[in-house]
């Protein structure tokens, strides 16, 4: 026969009307886990917490400068706990006194746009935590117009950046899709879709100028620096530098531009050529090694010192991230001449798409970057999820890609490998 194990759980009853408002009321009752029987109550079981909302939309409350405030701060905080927050935490931020804050929040219930919850102590009820409702009118309240301009630099940066093929440019639009982008300033969606755009068209241009002529304010970017960062990778291997751009190359070979004969045997161990001076009527002649891109500049002098096995003999190039016009410029001279291309980059998510950016050009190979190459390094940075996510969207998306056995290899070990660990390992 079975016997009831009784385990408490809070049930909620029905609603009350109290018009215009509506309540309804949480008890303690001890429930069976097997059978769901409650256990029978000698007396009325007490209620210990309390639900209020709004019956039917009311009016809006007073555009006062507490209640905007205090909107806004709701719409900031809801989305990092759902639509519950803690009244508390929210009272204390708001800098308001306990009574005023109170006051403020009522007309945000009886508007319909929020719902309190009280834990209830015999006779007092004490408010702990703010529901949301209706986070467009509690965000149109705080930042009139705010709404619309998020939504139209948006919409404004998903057309630009539609059909651009550089990886930097389907990330950016890949993330500004997301819903998470939808509460993203319209600042920061604009200066994420200008610099993603930077990277497409290939050129290399000072932080600061860039930021005066997309932002309008050479100070803008700075600020948005850690945030764009994240999303997008470093912002100097986008082409955005702190200082003027240049390209360096070394190794062997010769380069015949409009700024004259460059003998690079003669120009140990390389040389930096603005990409103005590259491009303009560039002849290369190649070593039989052929050309070399590396993405940072540790290894890129390595080559260029003939210190790495496999690298000797090579024109070298470093491509300081993703590769721009003047890198473009030499691959495409290599690919006319008939000279072989290889590209050496991080193994990680940057890095496989700089060797494939580089592909696109011209036949490339690929140095150091095959999953066997994840397997025998030695020493690794341990993906975040983060990281993690970028490379299992990225296989979602081009699971056949170039180097997509690489990503799964990385994926597997859960680590990242820099150039710089080959310099070392044996």
Not at 15 to 34: G, K, Q, Y
Not at 110 to 129: C, D, I, Q
Request: proline share 6%; hydrophobic share 45%; net charge neutral.
């Amino acid at each position: 026969m079975h016997e009831c194990r009784w385990k408490d759980h809070l049930v909620w009853g029905e609603w009350i009307p109290e018009p215009p408002l509506r309540r309804r009321e949480a008890r303690r009752v001890p429930v069976c886990p097997e059978c769901g029987a409650e256990r029978a109550a000698r007396r009325p079981r007490w209620v210990e917490r309390m639900h209020v909302e709004a019956a039917r939309p009311g009016a809006r409350p007073a555009a006062e400068p507490d209640v905007r405030r205090l909107a806004a701060l709701i719409v900031r905080r809801a989305p990092e706990r759902g639509d519950a927050i803690g009244a508390r935490g929210l009272l204390s931020q708001s800098g308001l006194p306990a009574s005023r804050a109170e006051e403020c929040l009522d007309g945000l219930l009886f508007a319909g746009w929020t719902a309190h919850e009280y834990r209830v102590r015999g006779s007092a009820r004490r408010l702990e935590r703010v529901h949301v409702r209706d986070s467009a009118a509690l965000e149109e309240f705080s930042d009139p117009g705010g709404l619309e301009a998020r939504r139209r630099a948006r919409e404004d940066a998903l057309v630009a950046l539609k059909g651009l093929t550089h990886p930097v440019a389907e990330e950016a639009l890949r993330v500004l899709a997301a819903p998470a982008a939808e509460a993203w300033e319209p600042d920061f969606v604009r200066a994420l879709a200008a610099v993603a755009m930077h990277a497409a068209a290939g050129d290399v241009l000072a932080e600061r100028a860039f930021s005066a002529a997309q932002l309008g304010d050479s100070k803008a970017l700075p600020r948005l620096r850690a945030r764009i960062e994240r999303l997008l990778g470093p912002l100097a291997s986008l082409g955005l530098r702190e200082g003027a751009a240049l390209s360096f190359v070394g190794g062997l070979g010769r380069l015949v531009t409009a700024g004259g004969v460059f003998d690079l045997a003669q120009l140990v161990p390389f040389v930096g050529l603005s990409r103005e001076t590259i491009v303009s009527g560039l002849d290369a002649s190649f070593p039989p090694e052929g050309l070399l891109l590396a993405e940072n500049l540790a290894p890129f002098e390595a080559c260029a010192r003939g210190e790495v096995a496999g690298a000797r003999g090579a024109m070298v190039v470093w491509s300081g991230g993703y590769p721009g016009r003047a890198e473009g410029a030499l691959v495409e001279a290599a690919a006319r001449a008939g000279a072989s291309v290889r590209v050496w980059a991080d193994l990680d998510l940057d890095g496989v798409r700089i060797a494939r950016l580089v592909a696109a050009w011209a036949p490339a190979a690929f140095f150091r970057m095959s999953p066997d190459d994840v397997a025998d390094a030695r020493v690794g940075r341990r993906l975040t999820p983060g990281q993690a996510q970028r490379i299992e969207a990225d296989l979602a998306s081009h699971p056949d890609a170039p180097l997509a056995d690489t990503l799964r290899a990385i994926l597997h070990r859960g680590e990242w490998i820099e150039q710089e660990t080959w310099l070392t390992q044996r």
